[in-house]
Structures are given as C-alpha cells and as structure tokens.
C-alpha cells in the first residue's frame, strides 16, 4: 500500500518530465512518512547530465536533512537508476530503493550490474522491484511512442517541403 | 606533459578543500586545451553528496558547454573515482579520464570495478592512471595525519577536561 502510495507521486514526477519534452522519469524520497525529495527528469531542459530525476531529489532531501547521509530514507523511482543514480544512491547511503520498472539496457540496479548491493562498497541498499510495473512502462512507452509519431511527421514534412522546392528550381 | 601541467591544477582544487578541512580531492575538465570545469570535493560543507569534485567539474563543464555532453573533453582527477562520479563521467560521455592516485577500498576506474570501460554501456572512457602519484597520494595522506593528530589532541583535551570536573566534584 505504502509502496504504491508513493510510486503513484513517482509517477506524477515522471508526468511533468513528459509534459516538457523529457524522457519521463520520477522519483520522490521518503523520510518518516513524508516526501521531502522530488524530482523528474530535465537533463535536455537543464543541459546537464546530472539533472536525472534521482539526483535532483537527493539534492533537495539532504538539503532537507542538512545532511548528505540519508541513511533513514526510501527513494521510489519509476524506472531502474543508472550506473550514476545507483552510485549516487549508496554514496548518500539511501536506506531502500523502491522501483517501478526495470532498464535492462542500461539499469544498474540488477540489470547490467547491482551497484546498490554489492558487497565491496560500505552500504549496500535494500531493493523492491515491480511496484505499479505497468504503470511505470507505459508512460515510458507512450512517450517513446509519441516521439516516433512526431519525428516521422517532421520528416515527412522535410520530404514535402524538399519536394516542393526542387519543383520549384526545375521549373522554368 | 599535457598530463602533468594539468594534474597541477587539479591538484591546486585538492588543496583549496585540505584547507577548509575536506578530504582533498581535485579536478579539473579540460576542452581543447582550456579548462572548463574546476571543482574541489565540499561533501561535509555543502551537505550534500552530489558535491564531490568530479560532479562540481562536470557541470560546471556542462554550462559552458551548453550541452550534456561533453564528448571530446578529459577530465583529469587526483583520487579515482567512485561508482558515483565514474557513472557520471560515462553519462556524460566524457572522452578520457587521467587519475593521479587509485583507491583500491572505492575506486570505480579499475580497483573495484572499472565502470568508465565496461562494454555494456553506450559510452567507454580512455583511462590513463598514476599521473603525477606521488604528489596526489601525498596531499591525501597528509591530510589525514592532520585529522589524526587534531582528533587525538581534541580526546586527550577532553579527558584532561573531564579528569579537573572529576576533582571538582570529589573535592569537598
């Protein structure tokens, strides 16, 4: 119940990233019951590589915390971390990792490796998986889906418009 | 040489964290021979983990860039990254990375893994490693000899403290 609860304001995160373009993908971090990180992906809008969902919520919570060891807090996440999250998530020491769906081209949560639990590190991280699964994929799903639509449209426009043109020069 | 000149300056980030006590750890990004990019670990000050100096370098790099990727820029480190930063310069397809000192406990660019150059990610990074080693080894154990002798001082302050507040209350 919990984890859905707060999957579901994942998902709202993931929402707003759609709504600007982004790849969509959420996250909120939980301190006694309350969010006190949330974040959604912007890495095209804020032209940096570290503005994924995830780490834009851990700023906000250790900013909250005053702390940059969150060693009592759950992070839900719509879609499996990467390589960067995942690091980032136990060098700030996250309690659990709550996610959606996983990544397996790219995830670092189980997919590719398992950076959260390895045990050469100092902290190794609880982890759920396949909380609201479908949920999680079909947004991602209909954004990719969205993205095919509007490119080949605008190709097809370019064909047009290319067309259009070379009648126009090889017309007297 | 290129190597050296540049390890010199990230060693110069290294130093301005030794003296507002962090663990001195240096970078700097470079993008056809300009320095774009500096940063110096601030973990305990800024109480956040996101603020270790190959994070603070990369998106500094990124603003001048104008652009998440920063795909034909070398970052050079004095400590070896963690799972963390090594996971953010391959997001951030950064081409090489040069490290001055390795850190077999954590480091992420060859001693516990070597995330920059696993062939299941999209991005592989050029590693060069021991530039300029002694110096980076040295700016890290000696500030290490300070924390030592500083926390030994403090408890031998305190039980001398304490020893007086124990003859205070003993005495009539």
């Known amino acids: 119940m919990t984890n859905e609860k707060y999957m579901k304001e994942a998902l709202k995160q993931a929402k707003k990233a759609y709504q ?12 006694q019951d309350k969010i006190i990180g ?16 995830e780490l834009i919520a851990i700023e906000k919570a250790s900013k909250y915390m005053g702390d940059w060891r969150l060693e009592d807090c759950i992070m ?23 996610v959606g769906t996983m990544n397996p081209k790219a995830g670092c949560a189980g997919s590719i490796l398992n950076l959260l639990q390895m045990q050469e590190f100092n902290h190794q991280v609880e982890l759920v998986t396949g909380v609201m699964e479908e949920e999680c ?31 126009l020069t090889t017309e007297p």
């Open 20 to 31: 600007i373009g982004e790849v969509p993908i959420g996250c909120v971090i939980v301190y």
């Open 38 to 53: 949330r974040g959604y992906n912007k890495r095209n809008t804020k032209k940096t590589t570290l503005a994924h969902a």
């Open 76 to 98: 839900y996440v719509t879609l499996e971390p990467c390589q960067m999250c995942s690091g980032a998530i136990v060098q700030a020491r996250i309690k659990k990792v709550v």
């Open 137 to 167: 994929t079909e947004v991602l799903q209909g954004f990719f889906r969205d993205l095919r639509i509007r490119n080949k449209k605008e190709k097809a426009d370019k064909m047009s418009q290319k067309g259009n043109c070379e009648g």
